[in-house]
């Protein structure tokens, strides 16, 4: 990636539950509250898939993150990645991981899909989605063509045990979810 974005980019944004969001389309609402797994949907779309990994570590939580989490007790690592469809970055995902997730079986995901692992391990649960406007000088420092419209991203709890993993996605310009559709 020419332009490398530093870590963390962050995400500090409104959410709201998916019933009171205004999503200004119905092709767009679909990508946004589709349960399926985002990243087999990029890949029926795309020659080639792949997951640019900006960073993974310890950072702060966001006053939503925590607030969204409600566990203050616990550790937790942010991973941010960028989802590229034939090299073209799709979507920017956020993840809040516990600790004991990022350090035990996850430890080497690498630029594998979070995506893969939460929709193939059968032990999890997804929340309702939050969905939310993210204007584009939040993402600003990403490899992204600036665009005056707001961008859109969900967010939902993965459930496992007592562990949480909060996700959130936004889509940049280039998906095509801001394409216009013809009914």
């Known amino acids: ?37 985002l ?12 997951v640019y990994r900006i960073g993974q570590g310890v950072a702060p939580l966001s006053t939503e993150e925590t607030q969204r989490l409600n566990d203050i007790d616990s550790a937790y690592e942010i991973r941010e990645v960028l989802l590229l469809a034939d090299d073209t970055p799709w979507v920017f995902a956020r993840s809040v991981v516990p600790v004991s ?19 193939n391990d059968t032990r999890f649960t997804r929340g309702e989605f939050e969905v939310a406007e993210v204007p584009f000088s ?29 996700v959130a996605e936004v889509f940049l310009p280039a998906s095509p979810v801001y394409q216009s559709v013809v009914s």
């Open 1 to 37: 990636m020419q332009h490398a974005p530093s870590f963390p980019v962050g995400l500090t944004v409104t959410w709201k539950p998916e019933s009171h969001a205004l999503v200004p389309n119905n092709y767009l609402r679909n990508w946004l509250l589709d349960t399926g797994s």
């Open 39 to 50: 990243t087999e949907r990029i890949q029926s779309h795309c020659r080639q898939f792949s």
């Open 101 to 119: 997730l990022s350090t035990g079986e996850w430890r080497d995901l690498g630029s594998q899909p979070l995506g893969k692992l939460l929709f």
């Open 138 to 166: 939040v993402l600003s420092s990403l490899p992204i063509t600036p665009v005056s419209h707001p961008l859109y991203g969900r967010r939902s709890l993965f459930t496992l045990e007592e562990k949480q993993i909060l």
